[in-house]
C-alpha cells in the first residue's frame, strides 16, 4: 500500500527548518507496512493542490502536515478543497475533538478530510505531537477506509 506525506511549510522549503512532523508521519506509516513518498512545498495553495493532486494518482493516502491554523500564510484547508471531490467530514472532527481534549489549541485547526478519485486525503497540524496524536486517531479506521475506497469486499463488526 502506497502513502504520501506532503509537508508544508515556507521555512521548510527553503531549506530553513528540518521536517519533523513529516520525518515523524513516514515513521509512522512505515511502521505500519506503508511504501512512503515525500514531498515539500512552501505555503502556496497553488503548490499545495497540484501537490495533493500529483501524490493522490500514486498513492492511497495522503496526509498532510501544516498550514492548517490561523496565520495568515496557513492555507493548506483551503487548498485542499479546491482538489478534494467529497469531504470526510468525522475525520476532520474527530482528530480535532482529540486535539482539543489535549491543548486549547486544538480549537484552532482548520484541516480537512476528503477524497481525491480513490484516495483518501487527510490535513494534520505542523507539530510532530499533533501528527502523532492525529495519526492515532486516524489509525484505527485508516484500512476500512482504504478497502471502501478501492471498492474491496469488507467486513467490520456491527457494534
Known amino acids: 500500500?502506497?502513502?504520501?506525506?506532503?509537508?508544508?511549510?515556507?521555512?521548510?522549503?527553503?531549506?530553513?527548518?528540518?521536517?519533523?512532523?513529516?520525518?515523524?508521519?513516514?515513521?509512522?506509516?512505515?511502521?505500519?507496512?506503508?511504501?512512503?513518498?515525500?514531498?515539500?512545498?512552501?505555503?502556496?495553495?497553488?503548490?499545495?493542490?497540484?501537490?495533493?493532486?500529483?501524490?493522490?494518482?500514486?498513492?492511497?493516502?495522503?496526509?498532510?502536515?501544516?498550514?492548517?491554523?490561523?496565520?495568515?500564510?496557513?492555507?493548506?484547508?483551503?487548498?485542499?478543497?479546491?482538489v478534494l471531490q467529497r469531504e470526510a467530514p468525522g475525520i476532520a472532527e474527530a482528530l480535532r475533538a482529540d486535539s482539543i481534549a489535549k491543548t486549547p489549541h486544538g480549537l484552532l485547526s482548520r484541516g480537512v478530510a476528503g477524497v481525491v478519485g480513490r484516495t483518501l486525503v487527510v490535513n494534520l497540524p505542523g507539530s510532530t505531537g499533533g501528527c502523532r496524536d492525529g495519526y492515532a486517531v486516524l489509525q484505527p479506521a485508516l484500512g476500512h477506509a482504504l478497502s471502501l475506497l478501492a471498492d474491496e469486499a469488507t467486513r467490520h463488526r456491527q457494534t
Request: net charge negative.
Open 1 to 82: 500500500m502506497r502513502a504520501a506525506v506532503l509537508t508544508v511549510s515556507d521555512r521548510g522549503a527553503r531549506g530553513e527548518t528540518e521536517d519533523a512532523s513529516g520525518d515523524a508521519l513516514e515513521e509512522l506509516l512505515r511502521g505500519d507496512g506503508y511504501d512512503v513518498e515525500r514531498r515539500l512545498v512552501p505555503d502556496e495553495a497553488s503548490e499545495i493542490a497540484a501537490a495533493i493532486e500529483d501524490l493522490s494518482g500514486a498513492a492511497q493516502l495522503v496526509l498532510t502536515t501544516g498550514g492548517t491554523g490561523l496565520a495568515p500564510r496557513d492555507v493548506t484547508p483551503e487548498a485542499t478543497r479546491t
